[in-house]
């Protein structure tokens, strides 16, 4: 019999044109589903059928609830070489093969300089006020000169800091482990949590998302922003209280925000964060490029070539905590 394997999540209906599925003819049946099912037991109902299942980041989490109610499952394959969202005790406990691909994370550092760019120039609302006949309705910002606060300075960070650099901006990090030797590194200046969310005028997050640092990002820390101050989040909605951003855009206690990730995803339709109007949005693109979905969907093939063929490759490693 044929092995059944589920594309999930192909939100923008790519997956089959980014790679050579025919590799897979005669040993493998293929179903691509475009839409995320958010019902537990409409997904448990719609994976049911499969031997193997394609995912993209976390679009579709693998808690051990779900891995307990398929029982035909024998390859799990991501996008990337960790996913938090996968239960990795469970899966292997069922003997179930985990396998990852590479992936750049230079698209995140661009897709931030979006947010901040479209902040500072107001971007999103002059687009509509011109769609609406209007001509030069708002003032934006500069960036020469003003400060941005990047919080966790790993390698998305640090690349973030030097195009900082390049518009001449002050730049300043902080994270609980960050160290003098590394901003010097990277020629950023260390600073305390409450100096960072305090005098930046720009603040970007890039952290990595464990238990430890679930909301990480608080509602004292927004408080302590300057009314002309921005907030960037390209990392993972759950390290931020959502809420506590979502009050003080309402009140307009900080200038704006640009959000490329949320606690839930997809944004629910009645999100309040939909109704305000100084928050840039986009639908967790930043690592959503033409050259990386080449790489996913082309090294999902060899994953799932090699497991048919016995050789294991790529297998998922289990995350920090």
Known sequence: MMSRLAILD???????????????EGRVEITVFHEAELNFEKLVERLLPFDFISTVRERTPFPRQLIDRLPRL????????????????????????????????VSTSEMTWALILALAKNVH?????????????????????????????????????????AFHME?????????????????VRLVNRA????????????YVLTESTRYLITANDFEMMKPSAFFVNTSRGQLIDEMALVDVLRRHAIAGAGLDV?????????HPLLQLSNVVLTPHLG???????????TQTIENILAFLDGNLIRLLRTPPT
């Open 10 to 24: 192909d939100f923008q209906g790519v997956a089959l044109d980014m790679a050579d599925w025919r590799e897979l």
């Open 74 to 105: 024998r390859l799990l394959a991501t996008t990337g070489m960790f996913n938090r969202s996968f239960d990795l005790v469970a899966l292997g406990e069922r003997k179930i093969t985990v396998c990852g691909t590479t992936s750049s994370w």
């Open 125 to 165: 609302l002059e687009n509509l006020a011109m769609r609406n006949g209007q001509w030069q309705t708002t003032i934006g910002a500069g960036l020469e000169g003003k400060r941005l606060g990047i919080i966790g300075l790993g390698k998305i960070g640090a690349h973030v800091a030097r195009i900082a650099q």
């Open 171 to 187: 730049v300043v990090a902080w994270s609980r482990n960050l160290n003098e030797a590394r901003c010097k590194e990277v020629g």
């Open 195 to 206: 100096e960072l969310f305090s005098s930046s005028d720009f603040i970007s997050l890039h």
């Open 262 to 270: 949320y606690e839930t995803e997809p944004l629910l339709p009645d």
């Open 287 to 297: 690592y959503v490029t033409h050259e990386q979905f080449a790489t996913y969907y």
